[in-house]
């Protein structure tokens, strides 16, 4: 079992930056990609970015791209959400999850985190 756990949510400005963590335990996130997901009121949850088991891959939703990066740090059994240009559509309840041995393209993960809230003003 995988227990995370989301931190860094809050309000900014149009324009401001964020990072998102998703610390981990109970299991190493050696082995485990993570993705991250979000979900704005009255929408369906929607998949924000994904890093594979191995780092060494990465991929983004199209309305990100260049404004967010997802990171892995082993060592610190966390990952990372880096959050810049943030616009109001932004807004929403940002999940993390795991699955492992996943690339960054799977979309279906095992562990999910409760979730940090974060609003963008305009």
């Known amino acids: 079992q995988v227990q995370l756990v989301e931190s860094g949510g809050g309000l900014v400005q149009a324009g401001d930056s964020l990072r998102l963590s998703c610390a981990a335990s109970g299991r190493t996130l050696n082995n485990y990609g993570l993705g991250w997901f979000r979900q704005a009121p009255g929408k369906e949850r929607e998949f924000v970015a994904a890093?594979?088991?191995?780092?060494?891959?990465?991929n983004y939703a199209d309305s990100v791209k260049g404004r967010f990066t997802i990171s892995k740090d082993n060592a610190k059994n966390t990952g990372y959400l880096q959050m810049n240009s943030l616009k109001p559509e932004d807004t929403a309840v940002y999940y993390c999850a795991a699955k492992l041995y996943s690339n960054a393209y799977v979309r279906r993960y095992d562990y999910w985190g409760q979730g940090t809230q974060v609003t963008v003003a305009s």
């Open positions: 890093i594979g088991w191995g780092t060494a891959s990465t």
